[in-house]
């Protein structure tokens, strides 16, 4: 499986929340934030959206609107409660495109698409939101979306663990992750590799002192993704 980071970014910087998974046959994207419109695949074969903060789903409207111009199919929305009636309302406000995207919403704990299954897990964060582990057979690779670090996200049984990094060391929150509040539940985790996502500028500017930090910790394979890159799982 590819693992494109098409977006690592967060509300003020960078392109916005997108990771795109390529199997043999089947290309999904997780979030589609701002700024991943120009960079991502438009012949998707479905999008897991986390859950419905702007910088995680706002170019979701202008995927569905490229791919009605440019004559696809219907795309197959996967998401938390609620997303169908957010682009309901969105969809009252771009009245000009009902009726002409395509699309289906599912809110499903448990799904498969193409050679993909696909669970997703309730995760702790401002609204609901949710996290993505996704088994090709082989592999099983899993997205945490916005959470503070939970014990079924950070434990799961999983080769990758693609995790967001939002703040830095002593912020107080229950919302996102911080080094100290991941590191609490590093003696859990099962994946052997550990990528970190969605880094506020003030924790991209102490990167080097976060994955020390965790690596003194427990050593295990961290990295923090850069934009545009691929990794081979
Ligand atoms: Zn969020
Ligand atoms: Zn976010």
């Known amino acids: 499986m590819l693992v494109k980071f098409v977006g690592v970014g967060t509300a003020v910087e960078g392109t916005q929340s997108c990771i795109v998974l390529e199997g043999v046959e089947t290309k999904v994207a997780v979030d589609l934030g701002a700024g991943c419109i120009s960079k991502v695949d438009k012949d998707l074969d479905a999008v897991f959206i986390t859950h419905n903060h702007s910088d995680h789903n706002s170019d979701l409207i202008p995927l569905l609107k490229a791919r009605w111009l440019l004559g696809y199919g219907e795309l197959e929305v996967y998401g938390v409660r609620g997303t169908k009636a957010f682009l309901s309302s969105v969809l009252e406000t771009y009245s000009y495109l009902r009726g002409k995207v395509k699309f289906k919403v599912k809110e499903l704990r448990r799904f498969r698409v193409g050679e993909f299954d696909v669970e997703a897990i309730p995760t702790k964060h401002s609204i609901e939101s949710q996290a993505y582990a996704i ?30 990094m939002s703040l830095p060391f002593k912020h107080e929150t229950l919302d996102h992750t911080t080094p100290e509040s991941f590191a609490d539940l590093l003696d859990l985790c099962k994946a052997k590799r550990i990528v970190f996502v969605h880094l506020y500028p003030m924790a991209r500017k102490v990167e080097r002192e976060i994955l020390e930090y965790l690596k003194k910790r427990r050593d295990l394979d961290y990295r923090i993704a850069r934009e545009g890159e691929v990794l081979r799982v």
Do not use: K, M
């Open 135 to 164: 088994r090709d057979g082989e592999n099983c690779i899993v997205i945490s979306g916005d959470t503070y670090p939970i014990e079924e996200v950070v434990g799961y049984d999983c080769d990758v663990l693609i995790h967001e």
